[in-house]
């Protein structure tokens, strides 16, 4: 039976979850993922029903807390796999809110007091679960694997349940081995196909596979649609098991792309020892000083959605809606340690956006305002067109405008819109000077970038219409494409 077809959701502003009950494994254990969609990682709860152990927990431990109390278990173990680099850890914190152990690689150079483990330690979790501690290098080099066996109720050898593998194998893929830098990049590749293959040597086909990144975290090489799996199935599936060693390489280095910026900071925060997070609301801020916020150079961002924004907001605010990649985008662009102050249409909206920001280490806002763009602004609101690719299509027949692609480069050397300009939304801070003078029609592949990128540009006086449209609408209405995939 797949232990992770149901899994738990928290909502975004609070700390409630969704489906709680977790599922049961053939042995009788259940095993609760805890999602974190927007930042693309899971987190594990597994229990017997009386203890539990927790991997990998994200930065707001409620959604723990109440988990335990929802199961009735008591937490005895908290393990990380790694040093994450995609977001700030809860673990150091839940165990001391619980009194658990804390378990983390012993190599790991750490500011706090842990429970170190070494490969090869088996941890024992109530009378029943014991887990392994496997060294798989690749995406650190003190990644560890912790395989989880149920001896049961009886005094048999017990059943291989599965294996918690963190940021190694993934589900048709692997975690990219770049984030460390690229002096240490072409060996961590090669540890970390020497790394699944001992896992996939060491663990029956029946065995569970659960990763903490791949749901859409960049911290996995690859993506896939896929939500849960087996050692069996990634045996004859996942391309660092069915390729020989320099394949595999190959492949995965030449589609590496951009990483967010703010990564640079997890792994240090990480071996800080971060403490819980303060999600109290921040300061209550008034139209005029939201706008000496902004002169001064700091952050206002409106968390509505873009076609809110587009109609009408305050001059100089930048939009990040929360319906799309919020934290991972924000978190990528801001200059770190620029002072933020939230905008949002409801108090739940703030808190949302508080919770995801902590996730990523941006502690506390400096300000945040409820309302509308009325409120928001001691002048009236400014906007900005917004419009599909088929209007693209008939503009170009009748004047000349600029098309500021805000793709990654790789998404835009796959296929663009013949003439386009391609600046990332990544870049686009530093390079606005760059994008031609006139009217800027900007796209990204869904909307949710173009619509950032658009604020930017508005921000800075200039022109945007932002295309809110899907990518692959541009060919169908007559615009042509360039490139391998065009």
């Known amino acids: ?222 993506q896939s649609d896929a939500t849960s799996s087996t050692i069996g199935r990634e045996r004859t599936t996942n391309p660092v098991l069915t390729q020989d060693e320099q394949s595999y390489v190959d492949e995965l280095l030449a589609g590496l792309g951009a990483w967010p910026a703010y990564y640079a900071h997890m792994a240090p925060a990480n071996a800080a020892g971060p403490s819980a997070p303060d999600l109290s609301p921040p300061a209550r801020a008034d139209a005029e000083e939201l706008r000496r916020r902004i002169e001064a150079g700091e952050w206002v961002v409106d968390l509505r959605h873009r076609t809110a924004f587009a109609a009408g907001h305050a001059p100089g605010t930048l939009n990040f809606g929360l319906d799309g990649g919020f934290a991972t985008y924000l978190g990528w662009l801001v200059p770190w340690g620029t002072p933020l102050t939230l905008l949002g249409e409801s108090a739940a909206d703030v808190a949302a956006a508080q919770r995801e920001l902590v996730r990523i280490g941006i502690d506390r806002p400096a300000a945040h305002a409820t309302g509308d763009p009325g409120q928001w602004s001691t002048c009236a609101p400014a906007s900005f067109a917004t419009a599909t690719f088929a209007d693209l299509a008939q503009v170009r027949h009748h004047r000349d405008v600029v098309v500021l692609d805000v793709r990654r480069g790789d998404e835009h050397a796959a296929a663009a819109v013949a003439g386009a300009v391609n600046v990332p939304l990544h870049e686009l801070l530093d390079r606005v000077g760059e994008v031609p003078p006139g009217e800027v029609w900007v796209h990204c592949a869904g909307g949710y970038r173009a619509s950032v990128a658009a604020s930017i540009l508005d921000a800075h006086a200039r022109r945007p219409v932002a295309i809110d449209d899907t990518f692959d609408q541009a060919e169908a209405v007559g615009l042509h494409l360039v490139g391998p995939s065009a």
């Open 1 to 222: 039976m797949t232990a992770t077809s149901s899994p738990a959701t928290s909502s975004p502003a609070g700390s409630t979850t969704g489906t709680t009950a977790g599922t049961t494994t053939g042995t009788g254990l259940t095993v609760v993922p805890i999602e974190t969609p927007t930042l693309g990682d899971r987190s594990y709860l597994v229990h017997d029903g009386e203890v539990a152990f927790v991997v990998d927990p994200q930065r707001d431990i409620d959604r723990v807390l109440d988990l335990l109390d929802a199961h009735g278990v008591r937490l005895t173990h908290v393990l990380e796999t790694h040093l994450h680099n995609d977001y700030v850890t809860g673990g150091l914190a839940l165990a001391e809110a619980t009194g658990a152990s804390y378990v983390v690689n012993g190599a790991d150079e750490v500011a706090f007091a842990r429970t170190p483990v070494a490969d090869g330690e088996v941890v024992a979790v109530g009378e029943r679960m014991r887990l392994t501690a496997l060294a798989t290098p690749g995406h650190t080099f003190t990644h560890l694997a912790y395989a989880l066996r149920d001896l049961g109720t009886g005094t048999g050898a017990g059943t291989d349940v599965g294996v918690f593998s963190g940021g190694s194998l993934l589900f048709g893929a692997t975690g990219r081995p770049d984030l460390l830098g690229p002096e240490h990049t072409h060996d961590l590749v090669r540890h970390q196909h020497a790394s699944a293959h001992r896992l996939a040597a060491l663990l029956p086909d029946e065995a569970e596979v659960f990763p903490t990144h791949g749901f859409g975290s960049f911290c996995s090489a690859t």
